[in-house]
């Protein structure tokens, strides 16, 4: 999968995206394989790339855009997460990134 993100084309109110990988019926430990990486689509510039490890979390935490004055930051985060069972994976993801990612860069 490829998820393109615009940045000049963001209301100028957003001061952060958390850029998180989801499985969203298993873990980590059903795929083999699985990469994930950031790149300056305009120079095909690697600036952040990882491989997933094989884990029996369900959610990893793989980077945040910040903005920074008249520009964007990337910040590696690199961390999995379990989300709480018998809830809507959606919903306690949104929980966990709000208490544990979007607080830090307040």
């Not at 990337?74 to 993801?93: F, H, K, R």
Request: net charge negative; glycine share 8%.
């Amino acid at each position: 999968e490829e998820i393109l993100i615009d940045l000049a084309e963001l209301d100028e109110t957003v001061a952060q995206i958390v850029i998180v990988v989801m499985c969203a019926s298993g873990t980590f430990r059903q795929i083999k394989g699985g990469k994930c990486a950031a790149i300056n689509p305009e120079t095909r510039e690697f600036l952040v790339a990882c491989d997933l490890a094989s884990r029996d979390e369900q959610a990893f935490v793989f980077a945040q855009l910040r903005h920074a004055g008249p520009g964007w930051q990337l910040v590696s985060i690199g961390e999995y997460c379990q989300t709480p069972a018998g809830g809507a994976m959606d919903d306690a993801m949104d929980g966990i990134l709000r208490t544990q990612y979007v607080a830090r860069a307040a």
